[in-house]
Protein backbone atom coordinates (compact mmCIF):
# COMPACT_ATOMS: atom_id res chain seq x y z
CA UNK A 1 0.00 0.00 0.00
CA UNK A 2 1.26 3.35 -0.73
CA UNK A 3 1.02 6.40 1.60
CA UNK A 4 0.79 10.03 -0.36
CA UNK A 5 2.01 11.90 2.54
CA UNK A 6 1.27 15.43 1.70
CA UNK A 7 2.03 18.75 3.75
CA UNK A 8 0.30 22.41 2.29
CA UNK A 9 0.23 25.74 4.09
CA UNK A 10 -3.30 25.81 2.32
CA UNK A 11 -2.44 29.16 0.01
CA UNK A 12 -3.07 27.40 -3.05
CA UNK A 13 -5.96 24.88 -2.58
CA UNK A 14 -7.07 24.52 -6.39
CA UNK A 15 -3.56 23.68 -7.16
CA UNK A 16 -3.57 21.23 -3.98
CA UNK A 17 -6.98 19.49 -5.30
CA UNK A 18 -5.26 19.17 -8.47
CA UNK A 19 -2.52 17.18 -7.64
CA UNK A 20 -5.18 15.05 -5.62
CA UNK A 21 -7.04 14.16 -8.16
CA UNK A 22 -3.54 13.23 -10.37
CA UNK A 23 -3.21 10.41 -7.59
CA UNK A 24 -6.82 9.09 -7.63
CA UNK A 25 -6.07 9.12 -11.37
CA UNK A 26 -3.36 6.55 -11.25
CA UNK A 27 -6.12 3.93 -10.23
CA UNK A 28 -4.06 2.20 -7.99
CA UNK A 29 -5.43 -1.03 -7.68
CA UNK A 30 -3.74 -2.23 -4.32
CA UNK A 31 -4.42 0.25 -2.51
CA UNK A 32 -3.42 3.46 -1.57
CA UNK A 33 -4.26 6.47 1.36
CA UNK A 34 -4.01 10.41 1.20
CA UNK A 35 -2.81 12.04 4.32
CA UNK A 36 -2.84 15.77 4.93
CA UNK A 37 -0.98 17.52 6.93
CA UNK A 38 -0.20 20.98 7.99
CA UNK A 39 -3.86 23.29 6.86
CA UNK A 40 -6.50 20.45 5.90
CA UNK A 41 -9.93 22.09 5.86
CA UNK A 42 -11.33 21.48 2.24
CA UNK A 43 -9.24 18.96 0.64
CA UNK A 44 -10.42 15.21 0.01
CA UNK A 45 -8.39 12.84 2.12
CA UNK A 46 -8.18 9.78 3.76
CA UNK A 47 -6.73 10.84 7.02
CA UNK A 48 -5.70 14.20 8.04
CA UNK A 49 -3.22 16.00 10.23
CA UNK A 50 -3.73 18.89 11.92
CA UNK A 51 -0.53 20.57 11.75
CA UNK A 52 -1.48 24.96 11.55
CA UNK A 53 1.42 25.97 13.86
CA UNK A 54 3.96 23.88 11.82
CA UNK A 55 2.19 25.21 8.65
CA UNK A 56 2.19 28.82 9.53
CA UNK A 57 5.93 28.97 10.75
CA UNK A 58 6.87 27.41 8.17
CA UNK A 59 7.97 24.20 9.54
CA UNK A 60 8.76 21.69 6.87
CA UNK A 61 10.59 18.80 8.89
CA UNK A 62 8.03 18.51 11.39
CA UNK A 63 5.24 18.41 9.39
CA UNK A 64 6.65 15.57 6.84
CA UNK A 65 7.24 14.09 10.09
CA UNK A 66 3.77 14.30 11.49
CA UNK A 67 2.32 12.82 7.99
CA UNK A 68 4.27 9.91 8.09
CA UNK A 69 3.64 8.74 11.73
CA UNK A 70 -0.08 9.44 10.70
CA UNK A 71 0.40 6.83 7.55
CA UNK A 72 -0.16 3.15 6.87
CA UNK A 73 1.20 1.93 3.53
CA UNK A 74 4.36 0.42 3.36
CA UNK A 75 5.66 2.54 1.16
CA UNK A 76 5.47 6.32 1.40
CA UNK A 77 5.52 9.54 -1.11
CA UNK A 78 6.32 12.37 0.85
CA UNK A 79 5.29 15.91 -1.03
CA UNK A 80 4.73 19.21 -1.18
CA UNK A 81 1.48 20.37 -2.46
CA UNK A 82 2.31 21.84 -5.86
CA UNK A 83 2.48 18.23 -8.15
CA UNK A 84 1.45 16.37 -10.79
CA UNK A 85 1.30 12.93 -10.95
CA UNK A 86 1.73 11.77 -14.10
CA UNK A 87 -0.30 8.57 -15.51
CA UNK A 88 3.42 6.38 -15.66
CA UNK A 89 4.00 6.85 -11.88
CA UNK A 90 2.42 3.75 -10.25
CA UNK A 91 3.58 1.70 -13.59
CA UNK A 92 6.92 3.36 -13.07
CA UNK A 93 7.06 2.14 -9.43
CA UNK A 94 6.24 -1.35 -10.31
CA UNK A 95 8.58 -1.47 -13.44
CA UNK A 96 11.58 -0.52 -10.85
CA UNK A 97 10.74 -3.31 -8.25
CA UNK A 98 10.97 -3.24 -5.06
CA UNK A 99 15.15 -3.37 -4.79
CA UNK A 100 15.05 -0.03 -3.28
CA UNK A 101 15.04 2.28 0.36
CA UNK A 102 14.81 5.61 -1.17
CA UNK A 103 14.15 7.01 -4.65
CA UNK A 104 13.74 10.10 -6.11
CA UNK A 105 12.22 10.53 -9.73
CA UNK A 106 11.64 12.62 -12.94
CA UNK A 107 10.76 16.14 -11.51
CA UNK A 108 9.68 18.29 -14.67
CA UNK A 109 8.65 21.57 -14.70
CA UNK A 110 6.03 23.09 -16.68
CA UNK A 111 7.78 23.35 -19.59
CA UNK A 112 9.33 19.60 -19.50
CA UNK A 113 12.32 20.85 -18.21
CA UNK A 114 14.00 18.97 -15.05
CA UNK A 115 13.20 20.51 -11.31
CA UNK A 116 15.64 19.26 -8.99
CA UNK A 117 14.89 15.83 -9.35
CA UNK A 118 18.38 13.76 -9.38
CA UNK A 119 21.09 16.39 -7.96
CA UNK A 120 24.27 17.27 -5.94
CA UNK A 121 24.80 19.44 -3.21
CA UNK A 122 28.46 20.49 -2.68
CA UNK A 123 29.06 23.93 -1.20
CA UNK A 124 26.30 25.47 -0.47
CA UNK A 125 25.25 24.67 -4.04
CA UNK A 126 22.99 22.51 -6.10
CA UNK A 127 23.42 20.75 -9.22
CA UNK A 128 21.88 18.43 -11.80
CA UNK A 129 23.39 15.57 -13.20
CA UNK A 130 22.59 12.80 -15.57
CA UNK A 131 20.24 10.27 -13.94
CA UNK A 132 22.30 7.95 -15.31
CA UNK A 133 25.30 8.90 -12.64
CA UNK A 134 25.38 8.44 -9.27
CA UNK A 135 27.63 10.25 -6.05
CA UNK A 136 28.30 10.25 -2.75
CA UNK A 137 26.83 14.11 -2.85
CA UNK A 138 23.49 13.05 -4.23
CA UNK A 139 21.26 15.40 -2.20
CA UNK A 140 17.31 14.84 -2.83
CA UNK A 141 15.18 17.46 -2.95
CA UNK A 142 12.48 17.80 -0.32
CA UNK A 143 9.89 18.82 -2.70
CA UNK A 144 9.41 14.61 -3.53
CA UNK A 145 10.80 11.78 -1.47
CA UNK A 146 9.47 7.89 -2.19
CA UNK A 147 10.60 5.30 0.48
CA UNK A 148 10.04 2.39 2.34
CA UNK A 149 8.17 2.87 5.76
CA UNK A 150 11.16 0.66 7.78
CA UNK A 151 13.21 3.76 6.42
CA UNK A 152 11.25 6.23 8.10
CA UNK A 153 11.54 4.46 11.31
CA UNK A 154 15.58 4.78 11.21
CA UNK A 155 15.46 8.56 10.29
CA UNK A 156 13.47 11.35 10.38
CA UNK A 157 13.04 14.90 9.46
CA UNK A 158 14.96 17.66 11.62
CA UNK A 159 11.63 18.91 13.11
CA UNK A 160 13.02 22.28 14.20
CA UNK A 161 13.98 23.20 10.34
CA UNK A 162 12.19 25.05 8.19
CA UNK A 163 12.08 27.15 5.19
CA UNK A 164 15.38 27.72 3.10
CA UNK A 165 16.76 25.99 6.23
CA UNK A 166 18.29 23.32 4.20
CA UNK A 167 15.97 20.60 5.64
CA UNK A 168 16.36 18.18 2.48
CA UNK A 169 19.37 18.60 2.25
CA UNK A 170 20.10 17.46 6.08
CA UNK A 171 17.56 15.10 5.61
CA UNK A 172 19.81 13.19 3.13
CA UNK A 173 23.02 13.47 4.57
CA UNK A 174 20.72 11.66 7.61
CA UNK A 175 19.97 9.31 5.05
CA UNK A 176 23.67 8.59 4.08
CA UNK A 177 25.01 8.15 7.20
CA UNK A 178 22.70 5.56 8.19
CA UNK A 179 23.96 3.91 5.38
CA UNK A 180 20.99 4.07 3.54
CA UNK A 181 21.03 3.61 -0.17
CA UNK A 182 19.46 6.90 -2.30
CA UNK A 183 18.52 5.66 -5.80
CA UNK A 184 17.02 7.37 -9.23
CA UNK A 185 13.48 6.16 -10.51
CA UNK A 186 13.47 7.29 -14.51
CA UNK A 187 10.58 5.09 -14.72
CA UNK A 188 8.36 7.65 -12.86
CA UNK A 189 7.01 11.41 -13.21
CA UNK A 190 5.55 14.46 -11.33
CA UNK A 191 5.58 17.69 -12.55
CA UNK A 192 6.19 20.37 -10.07
CA UNK A 193 3.34 22.78 -11.06
CA UNK A 194 5.43 26.01 -10.68
CA UNK A 195 6.78 28.65 -12.13
CA UNK A 196 10.08 27.23 -12.23
CA UNK A 197 12.96 26.15 -15.36
CA UNK A 198 15.94 24.20 -15.86
CA UNK A 199 18.90 26.69 -16.09
CA UNK A 200 22.11 24.53 -17.44
CA UNK A 201 22.60 22.31 -14.32
CA UNK A 202 20.80 24.84 -11.91
CA UNK A 203 16.92 25.67 -11.72
CA UNK A 204 15.57 28.82 -11.63
CA UNK A 205 12.43 30.96 -10.84
CA UNK A 206 10.53 32.53 -14.11
Not at 85 to 106: A, M, N
Not at 126 to 135: D, E, G, K
Not at 173 to 202: C, P
Request: with cysteine; charged share 25%.
Amino acid sequence: MISFCIITDGKEPAKTQRMIESIDNLFISNGYEIVIAGVTEGFTADTYVNAKEYAESGNLGAMRNAACMASIGDVLVVCDDDLVFHDDFKTGLDLYGEDYEVLSCRILNPDGTRFWDWKIHIDGMNALIPYNTSSELISLTGGLVIMKKEVFDIVQWDDQRGFYELEDVDFSERLKKAGISIKMNVFSTVTHDAEYTQNGTGVRRI
